[in-house]
């Protein structure tokens, strides 16, 4: 059975078999939805990526401040305890060169490198050695400058390299120290007391937190990239929601204005024509016009149906339809709607058989009813003469179920997914109708949180069914009334 029929064949643009809704042929007519889908992707990728972008930044200069800060704090205390260290190397040989009882047992080999890996000497102003490991040549050690600076300010401390020649054959290693040199006034005159720490260790030390540092950055940002890539998709979903309704209510909304035109067009050529003929006729008493005047009659009624189906239908589209929610009895409903059709049923040689079944559900009443009315209006329209149209109600679970079956051509199965598309209709449909009564009947159904579906019976003829959430039952049995009280008897 066709949805609602057309009056001008050539309504079906698209070829049979082709199961694409309304809203794909728009798109394909209309380029500039294309264009404002593509514009709407990238706009989502260049969102997107800005919020990678973003956190991938932030993260990256979170990790360089905190990386700055734990590696000037690593750098700092060693030095302060390499310092420390030299500190207290060079007061035990300020007490080895001044004759310290203490210390009268010690040699100049004690202040080797070795123990804290450092090593002690002294010299005088014009360079000569005072004191010197004997196993190290110290000549080339001396730093000049350095004494000089700590003359004038009391220490001096400075990082250097150099190339120390050890104990064991001739060979030179060069070395970074920390060097601090001081200055005692001796016997002998002012002596200058320099000791050098080996600084390789330290230096591995700090060289092994940085590559730390940087390679658990770089995981730390690509793991703040990939979770900032997977948030910022999820958190775009209400957007690209967002922009879909949109690209979708301006689509209906192009439709709508183009259907309506369409549609609205063969009424008012039918009306234009009378209205020309009755001019042309202006002389001619009513009588002899009256063809013309039934014909606009007639199109005025069917502009008047279409119109009230093209607000309900903009309303609901818009969200300013409200619907009641009161207790209904479905299979009332289904029998007053059929018995408002036995006019038009009768006309078509059209039997209209209710089966009703008690069918509590929550809903409108009024649209309840319209949606009774417009599926038997369906099948009544598509119903052969002397045929049979069946409406039943039957309750199953959580559940209502609403039925109305015909006897007439039934659904190709190509047109099946189309059925409720808005103006569509097929190409042997009978005509009159607004093309929008299924449309406004799955409105009614999908608005009560049912469903509708239309298939072909296997004896022929169409069976479109409802099935609209029952209505829980809320009666609870009253209270047994309290036993009355007995009477008091009389003690005397």
């Not at 060169?97 to 002690?120: C, K, M, Q, Y």
């Not at 220490?155 to 150099?162: I, K, L, S």
């Not at 009588?287 to 013309?292: F, Q, S």
Request: charged content about 25%; aromatic content about 4%; proline content about 8%.
């Amino acid at each position: 059975m066709p949805a609602e029929p057309t009056a001008e064949p050539g309504l079906a643009t698209e070829p049979p078999g082709r199961h694409a809704t309304a809203q794909d042929g728009l798109a394909e007519r209309d380029p500039a939805i294309a264009r404002e889908e593509v514009d709407d992707a990238r706009l989502v990728r260049r969102v997107r990526w800005r919020l990678v972008a973003w956190s991938g930044g932030s993260t990256l200069l979170v990790l360089l401040a905190l990386g700055a800060a734990i590696y000037l704090a690593a750098a700092s205390t060693l030095e302060s305890s390499g310092t420390q260290l030299l500190e207290h190397r060079v007061d035990d040989f300020k007490s080895f060169i001044l004759g310290s009882p203490t210390d009268n047992e010690r040699s100049p080999a004690d202040f080797v490198f070795g123990g804290g890996g450092t090593v002690v000497y002294g010299f005088l102003a014009d360079g000569r050695i005072v004191r010197a490991p004997g196993a190290f040549t110290v000549t080339g050690l001396i730093d000049q400058a350095a004494a000089v600076s700590a003359d004038k300010a009391g220490q001096d401390v400075r990082f250097r390299t150099v190339s120390v020649q050890g104990p064991v054959g001739n060979e030179s290693v060069d070395v970074p120290v920390r060097q601090l040199t001081v200055p005692v006034d001796t016997s002998a005159g002012r002596v200058f007391v320099q000791a050098l720490q080996d600084r390789s260790s330290e230096v591995r030390t700090l060289d092994t937190l940085v590559l730390v540092l940087i390679v658990g950055g770089v995981i730390v940002v690509v793991i703040a990239v990939g979770f900032g890539a997977f948030y910022a998709r999820r958190a775009l979903v209400p957007i690209r929601d967002s922009l879909a309704s949109q690209r979708a209510a301006l689509r209906r909304q192009r439709e709508f204005a183009a259907d309506a035109s369409h549609e609205l067009r063969t009424p008012l050529t039918v009306i234009r024509s009378s209205v020309d003929h009755l001019r042309r006729h202006a002389d001619e008493p009513v009588r002899a016009v009256g063809d013309a005047l039934e014909d606009i009659d007639a199109e005025v009624g069917h502009l008047t149906d279409m119109v009230g189906d093209l607000l309900l239908l903009a309303r609901s589209d818009s969200g300013a339809v409200s619907l009641e929610q009161l207790p209904v009895e479905l299979d009332d409903v289904a029998a007053d709607a059929a018995t408002g059709l036995h006019g038009p049923a009768e006309a078509r040689g059209v039997t209209l058989v209710v089966d009703p079944e008690p069918g509590p559900v929550i809903g409108d009443p009024t649209r309840l009813r319209q949606l009774v009315t417009l599926l038997l209006d369906n099948a009544i329209r598509h119903s052969p003469p002397t045929g049979e149209v069946r409406v039943a109600v039957r309750s199953a679970g959580d559940v209502v179920r609403l039925s109305v079956e015909d006897q007439g051509h039934g659904i190709r199965p190509e047109d099946l997914p189309r059925v409720f598309d808005r103006f569509w209709r097929a190409p042997d449909a009978p005509s009159g109708g607004t093309g929008l009564g299924l449309s406004i009947a799955k409105w009614i159904v999908e608005r009560h949180g049912g469903r509708i579906e239309a298939s072909n019976r296997p004896e022929g003829g169409a069976r479109f069914e409802v099935e609209l959430p029952a209505r829980p039952s809320t009666l609870t049995p009253l209270p047994e009334p309290a036993p009355p009280p007995e009477p008091a008897t009389d003690p005397r």
